[in-house]
């Protein structure tokens, strides 16, 4: 079971023509009135192709409201995600993954040098402590 964040309607709108519903007829136990009314409701959301089964209740129109709030919660859910990624993503591009391919110049005091891995010119380490790079570029 997933426990999502339920939206407000008031911030999240969901355009009618972007959904397709059907009604079918519940499963499991519930006898005659199960068995004779369309009370299952099921929302597709086109774009996304997120879709969402409700068929607790016995009323219709208390299924709908349950997988309309369902079917909210489940795109919000999927657009954060798709944020965080493209946030994440974002950073990674900047900070990089922190592994040591990612380095730009070794420093060694030991060896007096400074090399830069993008191009492989090495320097004295004294130049560049006195901020003297032309000779890396």
């Known amino acids: 079971m997933a426990v999502l964040e339920e939206p407000s309607e008031s911030n999240f709108r969901i355009d009618p023509k972007d959904l ?3 009604f079918t007829r519940g499963s499991g136990a519930g ?3 199960r068995n004779k009314t369309d009370t299952a409701v099921i ?3 086109k774009p996304t192709s997120i879709q969402v089964r409700v068929d607790g ?3 219709q129109w208390a299924n709908r409201q349950s997988a309309m709030a369902l ?3 489940r795109l919000q859910a999927s657009m954060t995600a798709d944020k965080t990624k493209n946030r994440n993503k974002k950073r990674k591009n900047q ?3 922190g592994m040591r391919g990612d380095k ?3 420093i060694s005091y030991q060896r007096d040098s400074v090399t830069d891995h993008r191009n492989g010119k090495t320097i004295k380490l004294r130049a560049y402590l006195k901020g003297d790079l032309k000779d890396l570029r």
């Open 104 to 106: 730009i110049r070794t």
């Open 43 to 45: 929302l597709l959301h």
């Open 71 to 73: 079917l909210r919660a």
């Open 57 to 59: 209740g016995r009323s």
């Open 20 to 22: 397709e519903e059907s």
């Open 95 to 97: 900070v990089g993954s």
């Open 31 to 33: 006898g005659q009135h």
